[in-house]
């Protein structure tokens, strides 16, 4: 055990922030849909003719081969020296690039990961369905093999920036005879194809980009199947366990800088009466105490990451990480109401009126998406705790 | 950067392991009226001679020379069997000897040639008087620990009167004593010494929170009820794998501390306290809500006396008690900010 960090470690760290303070675009984010892609797009282009995308991506495909570590440190710099995140790119960057680098042929490879981590290609996902959910393996989009093709009729659901995405991770059902876990097929999909339907669906945070998608005769070639026809479970399992292990950085960089910013807030906010919001004992106390769980979150990731360095991939602890990052996020962002107090309730169905009330809302796509909490519990209790299975 | 442990560090949680659950498991606190601070002369020996009272103090006062991280993972395996918190209070005792200069006494303790207890001031403005301590694991002690806002010190005890207490954990002793005429043995300046005593009841909390996770989940894969183990419903599995979080975010956060402790002892750090009280807060709240949900979990069998949950209970509560409460380390991890470069 050590937590020193090496000289190397120092001087990537300097490195990286001394790029970021010249680098950070310094316009926020647009409002509106497509300039928002377009200045997501842009952001990845210049990190990657800077040479910081990808830090953890093999350097074959653009990337720069460095450990999960020094990945961890690009994203604390990132967080301080306030560089956007990877908006419509997240996909690409968690998702589909890991799941390609670990199960995707050579050609695919060199395909798809250097466009992900140029921003010229997006990505967006298509597992769930209306009845496949946190029981996604009873999943029925159908995709059946004609000659060199998939063809694939169905409906997903839930797809983030669906209508703008140029690629989806899509799994169907190519043995039309397979049950459960069986008979699944994980294939790369061009959203440009014909057949294609995105219909947005509403959300209660407001405007978004989450889709129902739609999959009439869509013709996908063979070659894009990721890993074996039939063996669709295993590579979604690995995107999910990316997402679960090594996405969470991100979150956890992004939940201790907020908890920084509400404990500044809150010595400047007065309640009614008068007191200020830090001088408020109930207050002061869970904001200490979510002080202290974001610095377990902390620790909890370098201990996945010496896990990862070891042994090669995250275990089922992601799961734990999960549960635990969103339970923080949703507490901290009930909490910030009682700091901010009435206009923590101003929102004009946007995230740009009022981001407080916008990451509360979104709390629960957090808790709920990528395996909802109650699933990754059922995980716990199978792959950690080994107790009789319940179902 | 580097969480896991390595090859020594192993050893040395397997052979306290395997120590602890051979001499002092957690069935030996039946029958509650042998307090178990009366430890056998000879079992309290072969404490000192595997190193537990001095793992970090320096070879001349018969020390280890381990890093606090070691220390560490000792006293959370000492937390699984709800051992003896003399254990803990002596090896605190012969850091501050020894940070006081007096070897000749740390290598008594560190020898177990004699023992100390924790004093903690009674300053609730209630009815005792204001010089009035209570006293924990006072038997067979010749030394109390205390510790304010600036010093922790050693003071004599014997010959002291004792008002002995009963309390809810039968297995540490109690007492009610005016010490303030007692001579002072040692004292050094309170910090490292309060800052390692919080890591090490903090390292005992996690390993009470993980034994007591480790117990329902035994039970919840033999327990049937309706034709089928419990540990297949969802209303006892989902708090299982609640238990297991609150144990492996407060076993991270307590690692993470122990090596900024360790780190400290050799340059000036300024977030000890933030990382150790953090530790503490947290560890607390997942043993006293893993023990509780333990004894919940396993129904009326765990309200019975025959069986063990009840005894990580009342630790857990007990134990609140020492090194300053829950609301002062909240207080501290409010107040102290972050070090940019972590």
Redesign the interface.
């Known amino acids: 055990m050590n937590i020193d960090e090496s000289t190397d470690d120092k001087l990537f760290r300097e490195e990286a922030r001394n790029w970021l303070m010249a680098n950070v675009p310094r316009d926020k984010r647009p409002r509106e849909d497509r300039s928002a892609l377009e200045f997501d797009r842009h952001w990845q282009h210049v990190q990657f003719d800077g040479g910081w995308a990808g830090v953890n991506w093999p350097q074959k495909y653009g990337g720069r081969g460095l450990s999960g570590y020094r990945h961890m440190i690009w994203l604390q710099e990132c967080a301080r020296a306030g560089a956007p995140a990877p908006g419509a790119n997240y996909t690409g960057l968690h998702h589909a690039g890991p799941t390609l680098i670990v199960c995707g042929s050579e050609d695919q490879k060199k395909e798809y990961l250097p466009a992900i981590l140029k921003g010229e290609k997006m990505w967006c996902q298509g597992f769930s369905e209306p009845n496949a959910g946190s029981d996604l393996a009873s999943m029925r989009t159908k995709g059946v093999i004609e000659g060199s093709e998939i063809v694939v009729n169905g409906h997903k659901t839930w797809t983030s920036n669906g209508q703008y995405a140029d690629y989806q991770e899509l799994v169907v059902r190519t043995d039309p005879e397979s049950k459960r876990h069986r008979g699944l097929t994980w294939i790369i999909c061009d959203m440009k194809a014909e057949g294609i339907e995105s219909r947005p669906i509403t959300t209660m945070y407001g405007k978004a980009s989450v889709n129902d998608t739609f999959y009439d005769d869509v013709r996908l070639p063979l070659e894009n199947v990721v890993g074996e026809i039939g063996k669709g479970w295993s590579v979604a399992m690995s995107t999910l366990s990316f997402e679960r292990g090594t996405g969470f950085i991100d979150q956890q960089v992004k939940i201790s800088e907020t908890v920084e910013r509400l404990i500044e807030i809150a010595k400047e906010r007065r309640l009614p009466g008068g007191q200020l919001a830090i001088e408020n004992a109930a207050i002061a106390e869970k904001l200490a105490f979510i002080k202290a769980q974001t610095l377990a979150i902390k620790s909890f990731t370098l201990s996945i990451l010496s896990e990862i360095e070891r042994s090669g991939q995250p275990g089922a602890e992601g799961s734990m990480m999960k549960v635990y990052v969103t339970t923080v996020h949703k507490h901290l962002f009930e909490l910030a109401s009682e700091v901010i107090g009435p206009e923590f309730i101003e929102y004009g169905d946007d995230p740009a009126t009022n981001e407080w009330a916008f990451e509360f809302l979104y709390s629960w796509v957090y808790t709920i998406a990528g395996g909802s909490n109650e699933i990754q519990r059922d995980i716990i209790a199978d792959r950690v705790l080994e107790l009789p299975r319940a179902r | ?6 090859n020594e ?1 192993q050893q040395i949680v397997d052979a306290t392991k395997s120590f602890v659950s051979d001499q002092l498991p957690i069935e030996r606190l039946h029958g509650r009226d042998i307090p178990s601070s009366q430890l056998a002369d000879d079992l309290w020996k072969g404490i000192a001679e595997l190193g537990w009272l001095s793992m970090t103090l320096n070879e001349d006062s018969g020390g280890v020379g381990y890093s606090d ?1 070691e220390e560490c993972l000792v006293f959370r395996e000492l937390g699984r069997m709800c051992s003896p918190p003399r254990i803990l209070f002596t090896a605190l005792a012969a850091k501050v000897a020894e940070r006081s200069g007096c070897n000749e006494l740390a290598s008594r303790l560190a020898r177990g040639e004699t023992a100390a207890g924790y004093a903690a001031k009674e300053n609730y403005g209630g009815h005792q008087s204001a010089l009035s301590s209570r006293v924990f694991e006072y038997q067979d002690a010749d030394y109390g620990l205390s510790m304010d806002d600036e010093l922790a010190q050693l003071v004599d005890t014997r010959g002291v009167v004792f008002e002995p207490r009963l309390g809810l954990d039968r297995s540490v002793s109690m007492a009610i004593s005016d010490l303030s005429d007692c001579p002072v043995v040692a004292e050094t300046p309170v910090q490292p010494v309060h800052q390692s005593a919080v890591l090490l009841q903090a390292a005992m909390y996690v390993g009470m929170a993980e034994a007591t ?1 480790s117990m329902i ?1 035994e039970y ?2 033999v327990r049937e009820t309706f034709g ?2 419990i ?4 209303a006892v ?2 708090p ?3 238990m ?2 609150r144990a ?3 076993r ?2 307590l ?2 501390a ?3 402790l360790s ?1 400290s002892e050799k340059c000036e750090t300024s977030d000890v306290d ?2 150790v ?2 530790a503490r ?2 560890a607390e709240q997942a043993a006293c809500k893993n023990s509780d949900d333990n004894i919940q979990l396993h129904g009326g069998i765990g309200v019975t006396d025959e069986f063990t949950a009840h005894y990580f209970l009342k630790r857990a509560q007990t134990m609140r008690f020492w090194f300053a409460t829950n ?1 002062e380390h ?2 501290t ?2 107040s102290t900010p ?1 070090t940019p ?1 972590r």
């Open positions: 950067m580097d969480l896991l442990l390595d560090q991280v996770t989940v919840a894969k089928k183990p540990g297949s419903y969802q599995r989902h299982c794998a609640d297991a979080i492996e975010t407060a991270c956060q690692f993470y122990s090596l900024v780190e933030l990382h009280s953090s807060v947290l609301r909240l207080s991890v409010l972050m470069s």
